[in-house]
Structure formats: structure tokens, C-alpha cells
């Protein structure tokens, strides 16, 4: 029905660069927030990014300033560059998005993909 999907993670080292892409694709009538959220071993979930359809963003505190959330409406698609990294930042990110679809609303998941942060 929707499916988000993720690509873009992979190893670097601190203070190098990656950016994450997810596009959504399916039942899709409109698609609300878009954001990002980041699990590391042992920890809970926190969310690191959203942003609206009319693009006002919010971030976490301890990527505010390297990390910048965008998102392409045509596509389906949000983006998180990350700049500056740290390996504190290591963790499997999740891009997620609330959809109204033509039957429902509902908030979606992508399946996650690992960045690592070496020192």
C-alpha cells in the first residue's frame, strides 16, 4: 500500500558528510510530516528531525546546526544531510511519514539504515 524506502547510510569517519534519502511511494493522497528518527544500541528511539508539508523544520538539540532535514514534494521524498559527524551520531536511522491516504491516516515507517561514525 505505502512503503518507504530508505538508502544513503554507510560508514564515515568524524567530521565527514552523508546524506539519507527516503521516498514514499503508494496509496499516497497527501503526505503530512516527513522526519527522521535514529536508534543507537541501547538506546531508545529519539526523534532527530521533522518537517512539515510547507517546510518549517524542528530538530533535536544535539544535531541542531549539522544536520539539515529538506524534502521534495514532487518525489515523495525527504532528505537528512549530515555534516560534521560524530561518533555519537552512529545508530540505525528511520525515516517515517504521517499519510493520508485515500481510505486512512496513518504514520509510516522506513526499514532503517545503519550509519556508523568512526573516530
Known amino acids: 500500500q505505502v512503503h518507504l524506502v530508505e538508502s544513503g547510510g554507510g560508514l564515515v569517519q568524524a567530521g565527514g558528510s552523508l546524506t539519507l534519502s527516503c521516498a514514499a511511494s503508494?496509496?499516497?493522497?497527501?503526505?503530512?510530516?516527513m522526519g527522521w528518527a535514529r536508534q543507537a544500541p541501547g538506546k531508545q528511539r529519539e526523534s532527530v528531525a521533522t518537517i512539515t508539508r510547507v517546510g518549517s523544520t524542528v530538530y533535536a538539540d544535539s544535531v541542531q546546526g549539522r544536520f539539515t532535514i529538506s524534502r521534495d514534494n514532487a518525489n515523495n521524498t525527504v532528505y537528512l544531510q549530515m555534516s560534521s559527524l560524530k561518533p555519537e551520531d552512529t545508530a540505525v536511522y528511520y525515516c517515517?511519514?504521517?499519510?493520508?491516504?485515500?481510505?486512512?491516516?496513518?504514520?509510516?515507517w522506513g526499514q532503517g539504515t545503519q550509519v556508523t561514525v568512526s573516530s
Open positions: 517515517n511519514a504521517k499519510i493520508q491516504g485515500y481510505w486512512e491516516l496513518r504514520t509510516y
Open positions: 503508494g496509496n499516497i493522497f497527501r503526505i503530512n510530516d
